[in-house]
């Protein structure tokens, strides 16, 4: 099983920019980035597969996913920051059909990685 790391979180104030990366221990066509803020459901924010992104609501237009094939590793792009952004980040990969945006379409993640916005 493909095993998934996440870095670039942090603090940052609101108009801010952050980059996360998820490097995979090999290969994989189609991955993604979900969010989950204490007491919330995960969220989709966005999909890479066979490189077309596909975006979940709330980040579209702020957030730019990619890939780098060579280097098996997806990024994450997030500008003009919210503190509603605040949350746990985390990629995953596995899709295993259905939804994108849907947490339970996923059978492999990451450890997450932090992301906070102050006002």
């Known amino acids: 099983q493909v095993r998934l790391v996440e870095s670039g979180g942090g603090s940052v104030q609101a108009g801010g920019s952050l980059r996360l990366a998820c490097q995979a221990s090999?290969?994989?066509?189609?991955m993604s980035w979900f969010r989950q803020a204490p007491g919330k459901e995960r969220e989709g924010v966005a999909a890479?597969?066979?490189?077309?992104?596909y975006y979940g609501a709330s980040p579209k237009g702020r957030f730019t996913i990619s890939q780098d094939n060579a280097k098996n590793t997806m990024y994450l792009q997030m500008n003009r920051l919210k503190p509603e952004d605040t949350a746990m980040y985390y990629c995953?990969?596995?899709?295993?059909?259905?939804?994108?945006?849907?947490?339970?379409?996923?059978?492999?993640w990451g450890q997450g990685t932090q992301v906070t916005v102050s006002s």
């Open positions: 995953a990969t596995g899709h295993t059909g259905g939804s994108l945006m849907s947490p339970h379409e996923w059978n492999a």
């Open positions: 090999g290969y994989t066509s189609c």
């Open positions: 890479i597969c066979s490189g077309s992104p």
